[in-house]
């Protein structure tokens, strides 16, 4: 997609389709009120009764208005002022763009104001090129259709730039997570996350199976035995910081299906499970924007990738495993095979400099009885550095919840043959005994994990998003990045 700025004056503009905002009570910013003028005061008497609301997301369409070149106007509520934040703003450029692309369009005009700051206008941008992107990836005609151009009223350069690189990241992050499950195992995504990670400079090493061994993976390869598709672990490195300076390390999971193994799912629990590598995919959307936009940060990104499934050499309940920083853990449910893939990958990251953590996994139901379908749980070993990832989180409107790390869940994953289990005792607290399992393997680093299960994957459509892989979390990243020294 074109992404140009453009200026000058709104009604002379020739464009399939307009996109003009109304505030909450009623008024119209600047842009709205030259097309309510041109339109000889059509928006005004639409707004007075009710036909055009200004609740944020609401939408309107006015077709062929005369006095505007634009085949359409499209309306979108956005509120109140003082509420528009840079989660809004992305709700609005990607409500704009779903409602918009159900239709093959050959150019659309955001122009909600003309005066918003760059943060509010690149979210805008990630919002609209994220919007018109569904799940539909192998339908022979797509619902949702991109347009050709975006034209941005009174954007700046930088501002626009950045959107795209979000909005084409986060895009990245959910293609992978769409494509099934037949096209992305371990090897494949791999394959895929070195192509991307090429073509944005940023350093790639792929451990495979052999290589897992010899670095006394048993952990992660233990969930992996019962698949014909070996596993790997991805690590990527990018340089954006001086030598020497602190290291954000981003670790996934990366589980590209998860049948439940010997623990084995019931179907309906099983048909999303492609999801489970939108931890994995989260970070390599992350690095990719991160490398694009040229943080001043060092950050490596480390993505575990297994698939979960049965054979007859498939691991055991019962089985000790013995994991990379010496640990030993009793299986007690194949399906908790997350943890188990993290805690290899967490001590990679710990040995390979990473000063500060951040894990992100589809690693709990608990979490989603928790806290429900569109908020992530965080939890961590260090406040200071939650708040710094809960600060991006909210800033960017992905919304997450801190849950209690208190020193009582870790007994409850106490075990009795070996050091630790992979469950705790009970269903209770399930998120936060997974949590502190993988507390076991951060070596004490400051430390956040967030459990997506929840966001990352929409079992039905939003106003503002197509139902599948959401793509959440990637905009939080890439901010605690920005923010980062
Ligand atoms: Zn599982």
Redesign the pocket.
């Known amino acids: 997609m074109r992404i140009e700025s453009q200026s000058g004056e709104i009604s002379k503009h020739k464009v399939d389709a307009l996109v003009i905002g109304v505030w909450a009570d009623g008024s119209l910013p600047g842009i709205a009120q030259e097309v309510n003028q041109a339109t000889g005061g059509a928006l005004a008497r639409l707004v007075e009764a009710k036909e055009i609301s200004g609740k944020c997301g609401d939408v309107a369409t006015l077709l062929a208005p005369a006095g505007v070149e634009a085949l359409q106007v499209l309306v979108v509520g956005m509120g109140k002022p003082s509420e528009l934040t840079r989660g809004v703003a992305f709700r609005l450029g990607a409500t704009a763009a779903k409602t918009l692309a159900t239709k093959p369009r050959e150019s659309v005009a955001l122009a909600f104001t003309s005066d918003w700051k760059d943060e509010l206008v690149e979210s805008a941008v990630c919002g609209a090129l994220v919007g018109c992107v569904g799940q539909d990836l192998y339908k022979s005609e797509r619902r949702l259709q991109p347009f050709q151009a975006l034209h941005v009223w009174g954007a700046s350069e930088g501002a626009m730039r950045t959107g795209r690189i979000l909005g084409e990241a986060v895009n990245l992050t959910r293609s992978l997570v769409n494509e099934p499950p037949c096209e992305i195992y371990p090897a494949a995504l791999a394959d895929r996350i070195q192509q991307a990670m090429q073509a944005c400079g940023v350093e790639c090493e792929v451990w495979d199976k052999a290589r897992l061994q010899d670095e006394r993976c048993g952990s992660l390869l233990a969930v992996a035995r019962g698949s014909s598709r070996e596993p790997r672990l991805v690590i990527m490195k990018y340089n954006g910081g001086l030598p020497g300076e602190a290291v954000l390390g981003l670790v996934g999971k990366g589980?590209t299906f998860?049948s439940?193994?010997l623990?084995i799912?019931p179907t309906e629990g099983m048909l999303a499970?492609k999801c489970?590598m939108a931890g994995a995919a989260t970070v390599v959307g992350a690095m990719e924007a991160i490398a694009r936009l040229k943080l001043p940060v060092n950050v490596i990104g480390l993505c575990g990738l297994v698939e979960?499934m049965i054979s007859g050499d498939a691991y055991k309940l019962g089985d000790v495993l013995k994991a990379r920083n010496g640990k030993t853990i009793e299986v007690h449910n194949?399906?908790?095979?997350?943890r188990l893939v993290l805690a290899d990958v967490l001590d990679v990251a710990v040995e390979r400099g990473a000063t500060r953590l951040i894990d992100l996994a589809t690693l709990t139901g608990a979490c989603v009885v928790a806290l429900g379908n569109d908020v992530a749980g965080l939890m961590s070993n260090d406040q200071t550095w939650c708040d710094t990832v809960k600060a991006s989180s909210d800033a960017v409107g992905e919304q997450a919840w801190q849950l209690p790390m208190f020193a009582e869940y870790g007994e409850q994953i106490r075990g009795d043959v070996a050091d630790i289990k992979n469950v705790g005792s009970g269903r209770w607290g399930g998120a936060i005994t997974a949590a502190k399992f993988l507390e076991e393997f951060v070596a004490g680093k400051p430390w956040t994990h967030i459990d997506i299960a929840g966001p990352a994957f929409l079992e039905r459509s939003k106003p503002y998003l197509d139902a599948g892989a959401s793509g959440a979390f990637v905009r939080t990243l890439v901010d605690v990045a920005r923010h980062w020294n």
């Not at 194949?334 to 997350?338: K, S, V």
């Open positions: 589980v998860d439940g193994g623990s799912k499970m489970d979960n194949t399906d908790a095979e997350g």
